[in-house]
Nanobody, 126 residues
């Protein structure tokens, strides 16, 4: 059983940076992972995803070059480094794990994921 807990959110000024962490109580080694966001009144959408292979990554267009997803299997943790933050990035960010141990790829749809964290609020404002 995998349990995920996000942390690292908060209030930051435009242009600033945050690093979100997703700590797993169960091992997530070989699990594809994803970061999703949900703004008020909006549907949940994929921000970034990473496969079993760390070279298999995905970023939504609006985050390319600004956000970086990574995983540290020794710490059983997935990260989302968020740079050059904009007010439009304000949302609750969720991490998710997919039980697909035979896949080396990434997944970008919510329905592909089996485990979800509670989310962490990111607010970008001056």
């Amino acid at each position: 059983q995998v349990q995920l807990v996000e942390s690292g959110g908060g209030l930051v000024q435009p242009g600033g940076s945050l690093r979100l962490s997703c700590a797993a109580s169960g091992r997530i080694f070989s699990y594809p992972m994803g970061w999703f966001r949900q703004a008020p009144g909006k549907e949940r959408e994929c921000v970034a995803a990473i496969g079993r292979s760390i070279r298999r990554t995905y970023y939504a267009d609006s985050y390319k070059g600004r956000f970086t997803i990574s995983r540290d299997d020794a710490k059983n943790t997935v990260y989302l480094q968020m740079n050059s933050l904009k007010p439009e990035d304000t949302a609750v960010y969720y991490c998710a794990a997919a039980y697909k141990p035979n896949s080396g790829g990434y997944f970008t749809e919510s329905r592909d994921y089996d485990y979800w964290g509670q989310g962490t609020q990111v607010t970008v404002s001056s």
